[in-house]
């Protein structure tokens, strides 16, 4: 079966291309072409990634992320019209996995589109090999459930903040750089924003940590990167 890619862009001139490219590179592309649409088939249509633009007529990108992160962890790659970087902020706090500025490279967007949906099925298929559950302290990651827990609570996590988590929870004491985590876990170097890792770094330590501001799982080298602490 085709990988499915939801295109949510009001521009059709800018949806026909990005179709277009992606249909060549054989994805089965849905469009939309307002917020209220895209959110109806981003529920309930099964799709390997959304691309996802922010201006939207009905309800605007922002809201749409949150929403589909509350029932999917379909990796979404947020579409910004400027170069503002509160926009690429807000869009990953809210649960996007990626983001792309207008004007960009229609070669740009669909390595992203391949990196993110590539990552997300070598994920899914280590996983089905790996029938085990690390655990540190009151930190439990079930590889092939894609659940944590922190003792018997659930911590609700997108694919990103859980592939991260695994990555470094496998490692444990092993320090990464930015660039080597956007590399290992997001799947692509040269178009990479080191600040994608910092973001999700944050997210994910407001979700395991008892105090993010003094973690004590998710460890800063300071000058050098990111680790996992083990016990």
């Given at each position: 079966?085709k ?26 592309i ?65 649960g ?23 990552r ?51 490692q ?60």
């Amino acid at each position: 079966m085709k990988n499915r890619v939801l295109i949510a862009e009001d521009e059709k001139p800018i949806s026909d291309i990005i179709k277009f490219n992606l249909e060549k590179e054989g994805y089965e592309i849905i469009t939309a072409y307002d917020g209220e649409d895209a959110l109806k088939k981003a529920l309930n249509e099964q799709l390997e990634l959304i691309i996802l633009d922010i201006m939207l007529p009905s309800m605007d990108g922002f809201e749409i992320c949150k929403r589909v992160r509350e029932k999917s962890s379909v990796p979404i790659i947020m579409v910004t019209a400027k170069e503002e970087e509160v926009d690429k902020i807000l869009g990953l706090e809210l649960g996007a996995d990626d983001y792309i500025t207008k004007p960009f490279s229609i070669r740009e967007l669909v390595a992203r589109v391949k990196a993110n949906v590539r990552r997300q099925e070598m994920n899914i298929n280590a996983d089905q090999q790996e029938k085990e559950i690390i655990k540190n302290k009151d930190l439990s990651i079930d590889l092939m459930k894609y659940e944590v827990k922190k003792g018997s609570t659930s911590i609700d996590l997108t694919v990103r903040e859980f592939e991260l988590l695994k990555f470094l929870a496998k490692q444990k004491d092993q320090v990464f750089s930015r660039e080597q985590l956007l590399e290992r876990v997001w799947g692509y170097e040269y178009y990479g924003d080191i600040r994608t890792v910092d973001v999700t770094v944050r997210r994910l330590r407001e979700k395991v940590e008892d105090d993010s501001s003094n973690p004590t799982y998710i460890m800063t080298k300071r000058g050098v990167g990111y680790y996992f602490k083990g016990e």
